[in-house]
C-alpha cells in the first residue's frame, strides 16, 4: 500500500508544479502585455494656445469693471505658465496647465491634466478640464460637480502646492483625488525636487547657527532638525521640499526659514536657488543678505503681514520677487504650524481588505459552496460594490498598464485585482467571478428571484459564450494599437461607482441584470471580457490549450509592434 501512495503522492506534485508553471505562465502573458501598453509612443502634443484662449476669455475678469478682459492673444510660455495679453499689449492674467507634473498621478485607471487660470494678482480664476485617460463615468461625475472646480477660487499661486486633503467627489473619489493631487504636484508638490536637487547642508545655516553639526530631515517634507550634538538648537523649513513655488516675475526660487529652538521666532531667511531674472533675484539676495526683514520677528507677526506691503522685505523694482518670497515665507509658517492631519488607513479600505479575504477564503473552502453562505456573501458583495465601488475591469487593468497605479492611494483595488489575478492562477478557482465581483454576485440574487428559468440552444449558446473572448482581444487591439476609446464602454462596472452618467456601460449594465431573471449569470457567460481573461488563467490548469497557444501569438506580435 506504501508504494502506490507514494507514486500518488509524486504524481499530485507533478501536476501542482504543472498547473503552478502553467499559472505563472498565464500570468507573464497579462503582465507583458501591460508592459507594451506602458511603451506605447508618447503623445508629445503641445498644449493647445486656443484651448487656452478660449477658456480664458470665458474667467478672466477686470476686478474694477466687473466686465470681461479682452485676452487678445496667449504668449510664450516660461516655465509652463502662459501670460494672458490683451489688445493693449498687457498682461491680465496667466494659464498653465498641471502637465507634466501630474502625468504621474493616477486616478481610478487614468491620468487627468486640467487647465489652472490665474489674474494678474496670480490668485486663482479657476481651474478647468482639459484630458483625461481615466473613465468617462468618473470623469462626469467630477465635471459635474460645482464646489469640486471652485475649491482653488481666489487662492495665491503658493499655496496651491499645498498636500491638503482635497474636496473629493463621491463616486469618483480617486479621480477627483488625483485631479487635485495633480494641481499640488504642478505647484511643487512632488515637481520642484527636480528643479533644486542639492541637499541641505551645515554650510546652508551655519549663518543662524553656526555651532551646528547635524541637519537632520524630519517626517514631514522640508522640515529639518539642526542640532549640536548635545541638543536641538532650532528647525530650517525649505519651500521646494514643502511644495512651495509662489512664482516671482518669471519664475520661482528655492527659500529656507530659520527657526529657533522653540519655533516662535524666524532667525533669518535665506535663498539656495531660483529661477526667476536674475537681476531682481539677485537685489532681493542682497536684501536679505544685509537687511533681513523677517530676522527676529514673531511667526505670528509675519503670519499677520501684508504680502504685498510687508515691511519684512521692500526692494526697488523687484516686487514681483519680493512678493514671491513673502508668499514663500508666509505659507511655509502657516503648513508648518498647521496641525498635521494623519491619512491613516481608513476604515473603508480596512472593510474593503476584509471583504476581499473573507471572498476568497469562501471561495476556496467547502464552507463557501453551501448556498446560504454563498447569497448571505452575495449580499455582502452587492453592499460592496454599491458602497465601494471598487472592481476589475479591462478599463482599469489598461488604465494600470497604460499610466502605472499608486498603490497608497488605491491599496484595496491594488489587493482585490491582485486575489482576483494570483489564486485562479494557482488554485484554479475563479474566486473573483464566483464569489466577489458584485456584478456577479447580483445576477446570482437576482436569478434565485425565479424558479423557472430558461436555457439557450446548444448551437445558440456555442456562438454567444465566444462573444466575452472576442470583445477581450478587440479591446485588448485597441488599446495597443493607442485607439484613446473610452473602454469603460466595454463593460458595466462603472456605473457601481458613477452611477447611470454614462449610457453605454449603464445600458450593459441594465440589460445584464434583467437578463439575469431569465438565463443564469447571463453577463458572466456572454458578455464579461474580464470574466473571460480570469477563465483563461483557470482553465485546464495542468494541460496547454489552444487558448495559450492564441494568446503567446498575439502577445509576441504585440511586443514585435511596440519594440520593433
Known amino acids: ?30 503582465l507583458v502585455a501591460l508592459v507594451c501598453l506602458r511603451f506605447l509612443p508618447a503623445d508629445d502634443a503641445e498644449l493647445d494656445r486656443n484651448v487656452i484662449y478660449s477658456i480664458a476669455n470665458q474667467v478672466i475678469f477686470d476686478a474694477h469693471s466687473n466686465a470681461l478682459f479682452d485676452v487678445a492673444s496667449v504668449g510664450d510660455p516660461v516655465d509652463g505658465m502662459y501670460p494672458l495679453i490683451s489688445k493693449d499689449n498687457l498682461t491680465v492674467g496667466w494659464a498653465t496647465s498641471t502637465s507634466p507634473e501630474a ?26 478640464f482639459l484630458a483625461s485617460s481615466d473613465t468617462d463615468g468618473h470623469v462626469e461625475k467630477v465635471l459635474r460637480d460645482k464646489n469640486f472646480w471652485e475649491q482653488w477660487n481666489r487662492k495665491s499661486e503658493s499655496s496651491l502646492g499645498a498636500a491638503d486633503t482635497p474636496i473629493v467627489v463621491s463616486g469618483a473619489t480617486l479621480t477627483s483625488e488625483a485631479m487635485s493631487r495633480g494641481v499640488a504636484a504642478r505647484f511643487g508638490a512632488e515637481g520642484m525636487e527636480q528643479w533644486f536637487p542639492a541637499p541641505l547642508v551645515l554650510a546652508d545655516v551655519k549663518k543662524w547657527f553656526p555651532d551646528a553639526d547635524l541637519i537632520s530631515s524630519n517626517k514631514t517634507g522640508g522640515t529639518y532638525g539642526v542640532s549640536n550634538g548635545k541638543e536641538s538648537i532650532g528647525t530650517v523649513l525649505r519651500s521646494s521640499r514643502m511644495g512651495v513655488s509662489a512664482r516671482g516675475f518669471n519664475g520661482t526660487s528655492d527659500v529656507i526659514v530659520t527657526l529657533d529652538r522653540d519655533e516662535k521666532k524666524v532667525l533669518g531667511i535665506g535663498f539656495l536657488g531660483s529661477r526667476d531674472n536674475e537681476p531682481y533675484v539677485n537685489s532681493v539676495k542682497e536684501e536679505v543678505k544685509f537687511a533681513d526683514g523677517f530676522a527676529g520677528k514673531s511667526v505670528d507677526v509675519i503670519l499677520g503681514e501684508d504680502t504685498w506691503v ?56 467547502k464552507v ?57 492562477a494557482f488554485t484554479g478557482k475563479n474566486v473573483y467571478c464566483n464569489r466577489i465581483c458584485p456584478h456577479g454576485a447580483a445576477q446570482t440574487l437576482l436569478g434565485g428571484m425565479v424558479k423557472k428559468r430558461f436555457h439557450l440552444p446548444a448551437k445558440l449558446h456555442a456562438v454567444l459564450v ?20 473610452p473602454f469603460a464602454y466595454f463593460e458595466p462596472f462603472e456605473t457601481w461607482s458613477s ?17 439575469a431573471f431569465f438565463l443564469p449569470q447571463a453577463y458572466c457567460h456572454y458578455g464579461c471580457p474580464t470574466g473571460a481573461m480570469l477563465r483563461f488563467l483557470t482553465q485546464s490548469s495542468s494541460a496547454w490549450t489552444r487558448k495559450d497557444t492564441v494568446a503567446t501569438v498575439l502577445i509576441g506580435a504585440a511586443c514585435l509592434y511596440v519594440f520593433l
Open 1 to 30: 500500500m506504501t508504494k502506490p501512495r507514494v507514486q500518488s503522492l509524486q504524481t499530485n506534485g507533478r501536476r501542482r508544479l504543472i498547473r503552478w508553471a502553467l499559472g505563472a505562465y498565464r500570468l507573464g502573458i497579462i
Open 103 to 128: 502625468d504621474k498621478i493616477q486616478g481610478y485607471s487614468g491620468t487627468s491634466e486640467l487647465l489652472v487660470i490665474f489674474d494678474v494678482d496670480r490668485k486663482v480664476k479657476a481651474v478647468k
Open 310 to 365: 510687508s515691511p519684512s522685505l521692500f526692494t526697488s523694482g523687484a516686487s514681483y520677487t519680493n512678493h514671491a518670497v513673502v508668499e514663500s515665507v508666509r505659507e511655509m509658517l502657516s503648513r508648518h504650524i498647521a496641525e498635521e492631519q494623519s491619512a491613516g488607513f481608513s476604515w473603508k479600505s480596512a472593510l474593503a481588505i476584509f471583504w476581499i479575504a473573507l471572498g476568497v477564503f469562501l471561495g476556496i473552502s
Open 368 to 424: 463557501g459552496g453551501k448556498k446560504s453562505v454563498r447569497l448571505g456573501f452575495a449580499v455582502v458583495s452587492v453592499a460592496a460594490g454599491i458602497g465601494l465601488g471598487w472592481m476589475v475591469s479591462q478599463d482599469q487593468l489598461l488604465g494600470w498598464g497604460a499610466n502605472g497605479f499608486g498603490a497608497g492611494a488605491i491599496l484595496p483595488l491594488v489587493v482585490l485585482t491582485a486575489a482576483a489575478l494570483m489564486v485562479p
Open 466 to 485: 465566444r462573444l466575452p473572448w472576442a470583445t477581450l482581444i478587440v479591446i485588448w487591439l485597441l488599446a495597443l494599437v493607442g485607439s484613446g476609446l
Open 499 to 515: 452611477g447611470f452618467v454614462a449610457f453605454v456601460p449603464a445600458a450593459i449594465f441594465t440589460i445584464g441584470l434583467v437578463a
